[in-house]
């Protein structure tokens, strides 16, 4: 049987800042400050040391289909509060019963499964555009979704946008742009997968013909040719670090070197498909390795988020500054994240403004 070395097996060198990767026998190399927490975080296939207290948000995350160990994941990495938007299940929804049942479930028993591991948990509301092409369940979706954005924890309505860029889609991003003026809330944007430059551009024309503050608008899924005008008109501009289809880790941190952290934000998009939980934080590593001012680094994985998020008013640096405890033997209508003989986890999480750095 092969013998696997751990994280606490590394010989580390305090002086030289480095160690023996137990996988490879690389070099791996880290800034030292104010103390190193032994936390694995793969990045290219190896644990990467990651500062103890460093803080991320993670702005786009549909966590309803990630699992417990995901969320131990990225509270170790630092994720402190994700952001879930209203998103496609990977097979179409047939009914509008079975919709708001999925728009309740991120709403309750999401926030609380979050909440059970020390990460604060909000949510985006909408009609998301792959959807929108089922006339009649999109039009009775539409009729709900003003219960549902006024809600405790709505940050912004979304995904919205466009897939196809059909008719339909863009009746029903009207629709739902008009609704994010009346409740005064942010916006998220889907960009469509093909198409993407032509779709961007009419996504903006649209909301500048509703006369949308693109202060308070999130365009996502953006890549390298859509950027500059997404920036150049005053949207804030989303990257979802999901290798080979929207963006990788090292091309982003090029994005921010060229571009600057203004308006940037980092996401994992982690869903269903083969993608990452952990982007965000392995995103931010790999910038600080690449020279890229922890400054930045904050703006792009967490100031920037909360900007524009916390115009929601939803949205608070205290909610994970001064949160509630961790109580893993409270229980959500009889459910608990825990099995028959598993331990609850009990205690109070202690954060503060000074543990926010990057190194």
Not at 222 to 245: M, Q
Not at 261 to 283: F, H, M, N, Q, Y
Request: charged share 25%; hydrophobic share 40%; proline share 6%.
């Amino acid at each position: 049987m092969e013998n696997k070395r751990g994280f606490d097996d590394i010989p580390i060198r305090p002086a030289a800042n480095e160690a023996d990767c137990p996988c490879c026998g690389s070099r791996l190399k880290w800034k030292n400050a104010e103390g190193l927490a032994r936390l694995e975080l793969e990045a290219a296939g190896h644990p990467v040391p990651v500062a103890a207290g460093t803080m991320f948000i993670d702005p786009h995350a549909h966590m309803i289909s990630r699992s417990t160990d995901d969320y131990q994941a990225m509270a170790r990495a630092g994720v402190v509060a994700v952001v879930e938007p209203s998103f496609w299940l990977g097979q179409p929804r047939t009914n509008l019963g079975s919709y708001l049942d999925y728009l309740s479930t991120i709403l309750g028993f999401e926030k609380f499964r979050a909440g059970q591991f020390g990460i604060r948990h909000y949510c985006c509301i909408g009609l998301n555009p792959k959807e929108a092409n089922n006339q009649a369940l999109a039009e009775a979706v539409l009729d709900a979704l003003p219960t549902f954005a006024v809600k405790e924890g709505v940050v912004a309505l979304g995904e919205l946008g466009y897939d196809e860029q059909s008719a339909q889609e863009d009746k029903c991003l009207r629709v739902q742009v008009d609704l994010a003026i009346e409740l005064d809330l942010p916006i998220m944007i889907h960009t469509p997968h093909r198409d993407k430059h032509r779709g961007t551009l009419r996504t903006m024309d649209v909301l500048a013909e509703h006369r949308f503050d693109p202060g308070r608008c999130v365009i996502d899924h953006n890549t390298e040719e859509t950027v500059r005008e997404v920036l150049d008109r005053g949207y804030f501009a989303a990257f979802s670090i999901y290798p080979h289809t929207k963006m990788g880790n090292e091309r982003m941190t090029e994005i921010v070197r060229r571009y600057g952290p203004e308006r940037i934000i980092v996401d994992s998009a982690c869903d269903w498909g083969v993608s990452d939980p952990l982007a965000v934080p392995k995103t931010a590593v790999l910038m600080a390795e690449r020279g890229i001012a922890p400054s930045a680094i904050r703006k792009v994985t967490y100031d920037n988020a909360l900007a524009v998020y916390g115009l929601s008013g939803a949205m608070k640096q205290s909610d994970w500054l001064d949160p509630e405890p961790i109580d893993q033997s409270t229980l959500f209508q009889g459910n608990s994240v825990l099995r028959g003989g598993q331990t609850p986890r009990i205690e109070a999480p202690q954060r503060s403004m000074g543990d926010i750095r990057i190194a």
